[in-house]
């Protein structure tokens, strides 16, 4: 037999509209009914079709309206009706989807799509009884379908009821073997009745069969731990360990092999790195004119922290108040490269401090006078861990961080903030070191030593923040990076930068940039001849451009910002074309996990 | 920097060793080929060579590694070889991706790759569906999955892509403040990076639209992302295209916006996210079979943008289209800069090999390989000849040809019979050539043959090249007439 597709003829279109459908290719299907239906307008076939294959496209308006057209075209037809129910179960109208598949069903009523479907409806609506009747029903036409047979599976293990769960599961996986789900939702119901092996076989072959069983387990139940409290018994511990979300990585290992312990071995690659680093220029700690710490021990930090209204109070009824009251930071609030004032006062109470010279005060600690009983230490009741000589380290200049971070947050402070025990800080006025501390490499160097290579917090260990190399730079190039944390400092404090508004994107965008030209400067200073050998070069070109340093800015500060942006990002620009393809260096590669 | 020569051995739909020289210059490419013919293999070969200098650690990413795209079947260890020179006469450098040796992980290589243009005829197929019957086109998904893809985020030096998959799911649990403060961040970045870039795109791309002879502008509106924690989505998924004629917006623009002009957006847009990047030495742009999207009449002056905005790119075109293919070789025939090749397909009893020739010459390619003896590859490249022959004879004529739902499963008897029942009719061949053609269809023109092929005397194999010839000059010029069976409706 000879045929030939012939293009005006609307039956072929949609035989091979369903041909694409079946294969999946939904959008080639989708033209081929269109096609159709334009050949012939009161198509309800095709309609009906592309509704479907809309459906399987997410496009759940779209299936809704092309079932509507065939329903009009043939009301006695009762597949759309089936389908547009789908559409609406899968936009969550449970009410309209049942209509549906009620309409569908007296329209057919061998119709074994439609009683499942209505199944899932009332599934979804939480109605197990009617979604089990439904499952029932369609299993009761085609005893060979599998899917209702897991569903009333599920439905029973939602009612507790886990031996006809485990029947139906187990019936599920008969009809089909590889349905990963079936294995993983049995091993579920054999958790709840305490039959371990049973549980471990089956959890095991649905992880086998690609199931992510931490994450159903954890869409179940949130934890194990709760899992236990909800039923009253423990877990053995191999299972909790199967069902346990592993630590995620800070940092990929960049190799897949693993040592005994199935641990993947750290490459040799970053251990040779990491030597490399350390053994760059000077510790931060033999660097610095004076030693790094963290700021005052506040504990019982609702007495000595105060926000403006109490500050304010303190100093209406007595004067004295005010010589005490200091500006201080939290840590948790502290933000990159500049330190804003964040509206609390710290009741600076030092030790061998004459309290009574400061009676509205007194009177505020007397408040809590119970709990500041409690501390232990050496000052009195009333005094903060702290003597007066020691306030100096807050006045001068400074970079603090948090105590716990997630990505480095230095900032520098000028303006002479206290703080808590929940910042770090490093008096030193060279600004630039800034730069260099918020940079990838020195939080890849510094998670790496410290050993914190979790997806957690970093915490500031006083230690491991000395150990941190300062590469030996020329001043120009010292003057070079402080010059771009100058930029930062003023950005960060810019109306637009602050703003949400997508209208200041670019804004926002050219603090990113800047920061990255700081980041490339790093690593050159760290890398020069990985980077030099790969002719990426950062200090010179930027030097060559002789930027104006903030202070000398005249006129519109932010305008002449958004001209350094607008040149330095120019695509020819040396420094567009270093950054762009910096990654290309193996080392930062490593350090930023591209391996 | 430009690639002067590809070689590709057990390489996907290349098992043979197969050498494509590009000439000292190192010429654009254009290549036609039917589907399943190699074409795509090529664009491939390129695409992965380039991609395979950074070692991936993600699992799932197989195409990073050589053996993924080796027929385990063949013993010949497979490799792709690229060589380039940095001008005509410079020194010629190979590099070489197997699963032995990997040269790819030079600075230049990935850099070319971070660089690069790639677009597939199947990342534009989405452009045919977003206008349908919707007043508003919504083209985020376009944009952030397809067409944006390659564009790096000056803030996070990560793709778009990477920042779009940094803030899928699983999206924290209700109550968890620090991990959704920090997906919310998330958020804000990708949208800071996507509204600015797109602000820099809309003005690039209607720069080239216009070169594409569309006197319009086009406006992307993004208003940001936002996750919802309460439902645990991330919602606004929104870029919404308009167009204007200069200042004036096209009242009902989502009619004006067609196929073919929304593949022409969707090119113009990615057109500009390369060129708004810096570029790398070596600067290869492919485009496997994306320009047949386009109306005929705006495809030309795409060749001109791709002269004169991408004019120290190498550029790779491929297409199955016969009519662009041979309307592009024209147009591209003089000056030197572009090579023009044809994949056909052939089989052999042991696998499916693409039979790779330059400009039509594929009968006297099988008589170089008759001469070398190699009469296996002899009998592939004469029954291609044969196949596309008659093929392009039933097609121009068109005449009815049995209807295969795969149109690969259609063999040269699907194409010889109708000839035969037209020649009934006509008589344009005469009694003894398709006596001998039906002895040389079963003898050497059938692919099941050919594992007794040596057995065949030379003479014999020379005879059937000789009624293949007489077989060509008598096909042509030849007119006939379409007859037409009913096809059934099933559901």
Known sequence: MITVPYPQDHIFYNNRGIDYGEKGEHDLAIKDFTKAIKLKPDYALAYNNRGTVYRDKGEYDKAIADCSKAIQLNPGYAEPYSNRGAAYRNKGNYDR???????????????????????????????????????????????????????????????GDFDNAIEDYSKAIELNPELGPAYCNRGEAWLCLKEWNKAKADLTAAKDKGIDIIAAFHNGYKDVETFERQKGFQVPEDIKRMLTQRLRVRYPKTRKILDENRKPMESPDVVNLREQLRNTGTPLGTYLKVKPSFGIKTSSTEAFVVDRKTRDNLIAAHPSSADILKPFLHGRALRRWHAEPQEKWLIFAHRGIAINEYPAILKHLENHKDSLHKRSGKQEWYELPISLDKSHRFLQPKLVCPNLYNHQTFAVDTAGFYCGDTCYLIPTEELWLCGLLNSRVVEWFYAQESNQLTIDYLRARSGYMQQIPVPDLTSTQKALIGKFVDYLIYLQQQPTINSRDLAYASDRMMLGYFERIIEGMVYEAYLPDELHKSRKHLFQPLFNEQLPPLEEIQGDKMSACRDI?????????????????????KPVRIIEGKL | MRITEIELKNFRAFPRPYHIDLH????????????????????????????????????????????THQNIFIEDAGQIKLSLRAHQN???????????????SDDLIIEASKAKGFLDYKDLLETHYLHHKNPVVNVFDLLVKTLLTNTVSRRTDRSLVEDWTSVQPPFPRRGATTQITSLERRVENFNDELASRLEMLQTKASE??????????????????????????????????????????????????????????????????ILLQPESELKILALDDVLIGLDMSNRLPVLDVLDEDFADYQIFLTTYDKAWYEIVKQRTAHGGKWKAVEFYFGRTDEYEIPVYVEDKAYLDKAREYLDANDYKACAIYLRTAFEVM??????????PVRYRQNRDKLDSQDFWDPIKVENQKSGILDQSLIRDIELYRTRILNPLSHTTITNIPKKEIEDAIEAVERLKIALQGQTLHLAINQPIEYN
């Open chain 2, 390 to 399: 008659i093929e392009e004879f039933c097609e121009a004529k068109r005449l």
């Open chain 2, 208 to 273: 080239i639209l216009q070169k594409f002879r569309y006197n319009v502008a086009i406006d992307l509106d993004f208003q940001g992302i936002t996750y919802n924690s309460n439902d645990k989505t991330l919602d606004n998924q929104e870029i919404f295209l308009t167009v204007k004629y200069f200042d004036k917006d096209i009242p009902e623009h989502h009619r004006f916006l067609n196929e073919a002009k929304l593949s022409a957006i969707a090119i113009a847009i990615y057109f500009s996210s």
């Open chain 1, 97 to 159: 989807a049942i209509k549906d598949y009620d309409m569908a069903i007296q329209l057919k009523p061998d119709f074994v799509q439609a009683y499942y479907n209505r199944g899932l409806a009332y599934h979804e609506k939480r109605e197990f009884d009617l979604a089990i009747k439904d499952y029932s029903k369609a299993i009761g036409l085609n005893p060979k379908l599998f899917h209702p047979y897991y569903n009333r599976g599920n439905a029973y293990l939602q009612r």
């Open chain 2, 24 to 67: 000292k210059a190192g010429k654009n490419l254009i290549v036609y080929g039917e589907n399943g013919s190699g074409k795509s293999s090529l664009y491939l070969a390129l695409k992965f060579f380039l991609e395979s200098g950074v070692d991936s650690d993600d699992a799932d990413n197989k195409d990073a590694n050589f053996e």
């Open chain 2, 90 to 104: 410079a020194k010629m450098d190979t590099y070489e991706w197997s699963s032995d040796v990997k040269e790819t």
């Open chain 1, 565 to 585: 942006f607008e040149l330095l990002y120019e695509k020819t620009n040396p420094v567009a074309v270093n950054l762009f393809f910096l990654d290309s260096v």
